[in-house]
């Protein structure tokens, strides 16, 4: 437990890390032009689907532009009187594994910004610090996610649990109806025996009757004792199972606690 919680903490302090704007650059047409950044610690598809979801509730809706996701007449703060078309770019890093790069081009409305060659200093700034406060809500967002996930796959441990479980009450059930078919069965050998050794001095029918009945209860007590082992060995093979998986389960459940940790929800 105490390594899961360890990670954990790596993490949120790694998130709180890389989660701090710059002012760089970012490819537009094969040529850089100056962005504000942020290297966020989560993969491509989680980065956007937040900014959208993020941009989504202060009332913004994306569209796609040559590559870049667009949100059209935004104020940069609180106290920008201006409205700007922001053009945000998700990218994955080559060298580390989870790792994203956003950058924010601000433009003015309705500019044509690709072909623009010099960029307003005073807006990059005011996207750096958008950049900043989007940081927050983007960790919220993927622990989240995290969290979901982390309960799916827990959920079906334990589903799967549930039916091991459910087939162990069945093989214990079977193994005690097929003992009773034994027992049965070792009854009903004696007294056939009983009966053969009684019609000793009968007909040749007669003991041929009662000789096919011994022998019906032996191939009888033979298949039953053989459906008893493979029943047992299911059965064992079921425990070993069960342990595997309540392994699994415990496992499942402190990633769970260790995601949870990092968000300070329990």
Partial sequence: MKPLLFLGASIFCTARLFAQAYIGETEVRSTKQAAAAIRLPYDNDPVEDGLKQYMMTKGFKSTGVSGFILFRSVPLDGMDTTLNDLYFKAVASRKEKGMTVLSLIPAKRNEEFMARTL????????????????????TSYNTRLQLSSQQEVLGKAQKKMNSLRSDSSDLQRKIRNLQSDLDQNQKDQVKAAS??????????????????????????EASLQKKLRRAKQDLEDNKNEMEKQQEEINKQQQGLNAVRTRNGTI
Avoid: C, G, H, W
């Fill in 119 to 138: 960029a307003d200093s005073a807006k990059l700034e005011k996207a750096r610090l958008f950049l900043d406060s989007l940081a927050p809500f983007m």
């Fill in 195 to 220: 009966d053969l050794q009684t019609s000793i001095n009968a007909d040749d029918d007669t003991k041929k009757k009662y000789q096919k009945r011994v022998n019906k209860y032996l191939d009888e």
